[in-house]
């Protein structure tokens, strides 16, 4: 067998055991390692009761938009956000740290079409609903944003604050 063939089956089979992908769940899409865990907390149990908090997103006289862009949580609650684009563009819902939004910003600015399979993140087409159930689990101020290029700038954010 060839040198180079065994050297690239080696660095292919140490990425796949060490957790890194070489592509994410389709042609555009991408996952995360949540290794260490969620800094908002963490994904809920669908079967437990939730607390339900609609958000919905749209854009309009230039601004874009979650309704409503702040959500109080006492920490240990479950929610169950439902999520609805009433929007004509595409929009996200991403749950983290601000600091944690803003790297990811950077990097959908490299790949705007990502499309997100994460627990604490969805994209959604127009006129299209989701959900995510969440269980705050840290008290703290967490966000949720839109980081699809120029939408966090053009307003798309909301907050969360755990108490």
């Known amino acids: 067998m060839n ?3 065994i050297v690239a089956s080696g660095l292919i089979l140490a990425a796949f055991t060490s957790g890194v992908a070489l592509a994410g769940p389709g042609e555009k899409g991408h996952s995360h390692s949540h290794d260490s865990g969620f800094a908002a907390g963490e994904p809920g149990d669908p079967k437990k009761p ?3 908090v609609q958000i919905t997103m749209n854009e ?4 874009m938009m979650f ?3 702040r959500v109080e949580i006492k920490r240990g609650e479950q929610v169950k956000f439902l999520l609805r684009n009433n929007g004509a563009l595409d929009h996200e819902f991403i749950l983290a740290t601000s600091a944690e939004n803003m790297k990811h910003a950077e990097e959908m600015k490299k790949n705007p079409e990502m499309e997100h ?3 604490n993140a969805k994209r959604l087409t127009p006129k299209k609903t989701n959900e995510i159930v969440w269980r705050f689990t840290k008290a703290g101020q967490f966000e949720y944003g839109c980081l699809i290029p120029g939408h966090r700038e053009a307003g798309m954010i909301g907050t969360v604050q755990v108490k």
């Open 67 to 69: 309704l409503p862009d």
């Open 60 to 63: 309009g006289d230039g601004k």
């Open 117 to 119: 399979d994460d627990p």
């Open 50 to 52: 939730a607390r339900i």
């Open 3 to 5: 040198r180079a063939v």
